[in-house]
C-alpha cells in the first residue's frame, strides 16, 4: 500500500484544466525550439523536502505524518517505494538526495557508509524497472552537530576528514546511480562571529577540499559535473559561497573555474540581494551556468523560505536566461521546494509539484516565444550596435593617450538615447 493510493497519475488536461491535479501547460511531449518540454526542463524531485522533512519550524516540530518517518534501514526503503511512487504519478525524470535523506543515520562512519551502500543499491534497482534518473547527489554536511563549525571549513581537521570521506561515499553513490552531476551546497561553511574565525585558513581548507573533489571525479570517471551552490547565509552568519560572482571568485583563485559550474537557487539569488535572473546571466556570462533549485522565496523576511514557485513572470524571465546560455546540458530544474507546515496531506504534496511544473512549463513555453520572435534580443542588439563596427572593436584594444588624442581630433560628443525600459517590460508583458 502506498501512501499515495488513490491519486492518479497527473496528465496534460490543457488551459481549461479546472481541477487541482491536471497539468494546464506541462505537456512533456510538446515541442518547444526544437526540444521536448521534458527534455528543456528536465525536472526533479528534492528526497529532503518532500520525503525527509517533518514539517518542523524554530517554534515546533514534526507536523506531518508520514508512514517511512524513522531512523531504520525499512523505514528508508519504504521512503524509498513511496518517493518512487510520486515520480510516476508527477512523471517526474529526475529526483535529488543528500546522504542523510536515504539512509538511516549510523553510530560510526562505517555504519553510514554501509547504510548508503545498501540503500544505493535498493534504488538503483527502483530506477532501473521505472526508467527514473538521478540529476545529482550530495553530502549532508550540516545537520548532524559534529558539523556545527562547518565541514570543509571546521577548525578541527578530523571534522574535515570526516567530511572528506563522506564525500567520497556520496560521488561513489552518484556515479553507481548514473547521476548527471553532484553538487556541493556549503551547508555550514560560513562564520557565525570573526571573532573565532580566520578567514584566510578557512578558505585554504575550503580550497583544497574542492581540488580533491575534482581530482576524485577525474579518478573514477565521473562524467558529470561538479556544481558550486551559492547562498549568501543562513545556516551562517556570513557563508562563504555568497553569490555567483564570489563563488566564480574563489574558483579562479584555486584554479577551477574550468572544472566547477555553478547550481542556483532561486531563493538564494533573493537573499543574495539579485534576482534569479541576475544570478544565472552572470553564470552564463562567466560560462559555469550548470543546473537550477527551483523555488520562490518569501520577500519580505530574510530567511530561505523554499516555496514552491507561482510567479509566471519570474519563471519566464529566468528560462530565458537559461535558453540564451544554450539550455540545461547535465542541468535541471531541481524542485529545492517544501511545503508550508500545515499542508499535512499527501493531496498537497503532489498538487505543489504539479503547480510548480506548471509554471515553469509556461515560463519556459514564454521564454522560447521571447527568444525566437527577437523582440527583446533585436533591441539589445541595437543597443549595442556600436561595439560591433570595426572602431569599436579596436577601441578596446587602444591606449588611454591614442583615444585621448583621437577624441580631439574628431571632437566627438556622445548623444544619450534612451534605455526604453518601460518598453521593454511592456513587451515581455505581452507573452506572460
Ligand atoms: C539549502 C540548499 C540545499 C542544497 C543541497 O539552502 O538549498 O537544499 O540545495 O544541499
Ligand atoms: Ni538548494
Ligand atoms: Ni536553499
Known sequence: ??????????????????????????????????KRMEDHLRFSCAWWHSFAWEGGDPFGGRTFDRPW??????????????????????????????????????????????????????????????????LWGTANLFSHRRFMSGAATNPDPEVYAWSAATVKTCMDATMKMGGENYVLWGGREGYETLLNTDLGQEAEQAGAFLNRVVEYKHKIGFKGAILIEPKPQEPTKHQ??????????????????????????????????????????????????????????????????????????????????????????????????????QSLDPVDLVAAHVGGMDVCARGLKAAAAMLSDGALEDARAERYAGWATEEGKALLGRSLDDIHDQVIESDIRPEPRSGRQEILENIVSRYI
Open 69 to 134: 518517518f524513522g531512523n531504520d534501514m525499512a523505514a528508508a526503503k519504504l521512503k524509498a517505494d513511496n518517493a518512487f511512487d510520486l515520480f510516476r504519478i508527477l512523471g517526474l525524470p529526475y529526483f535529488c538526495w543528500h546522504d542523510a535523506d536515504i539512509r538511516p543515520d549510523g553510530d560510526s562512519f562505517a555504519e553510514n557508509a554501509r547504510n548508503l551502500a545498501e540503500i544505493a543499491d535498493y534504488i538503483g534497482e527502483k530506477m532501473e524497472s521505472s526508467g527514473m534518473k538521478c
Open 240 to 341: 562563504y559561497d555568497y553569490d555567483v560572482a564570489t563563488v566564480y571568485g574563489f574558483l579562479k583563485r584555486f584554479g577551477l573555474e574550468k572544472e566547477v559550474q555553478v547550481n542556483i537557487e532561486q531563493g538564494h539569488a533573493i537573499l543574495a540581494g539579485h534576482s534569479f535572473e541576475h544570478e544565472l546571466a552572470m553564470a552564463a556570462s562567466l560560462g559555469i551556468f550548470g543546473s537550477i533549485d527551483m523555488n520562490r522565496n518569501d520577500y519580505q523576511s530574510g530567511w530561505d523560505t523554499d516555496q514552491f514557485p507561482d510567479n509566471p513572470r519570474e519563471a519566464a524571465l529566468a528560462y530565458y536566461e537559461v535558453l540564451k546560455a544554450g539550455g540545461f546540458k547535465t542541468g535541471g530544474t531541481n524542485f529545492d521546494a517544501k511545503l508550508r507546515r
Open 1 to 34: 500500500m502506498s501512501y499515495f493510493d488513490g491519486i492518479d497519475p497527473v496528465k496534460f488536461t490543457g488551459t481549461d484544466t479546472t481541477t487541482d491535479l491536471g497539468f494546464r501547460h506541462y505537456n512533456p511531449d510538446e515541442t518547444v525550439m526544437g
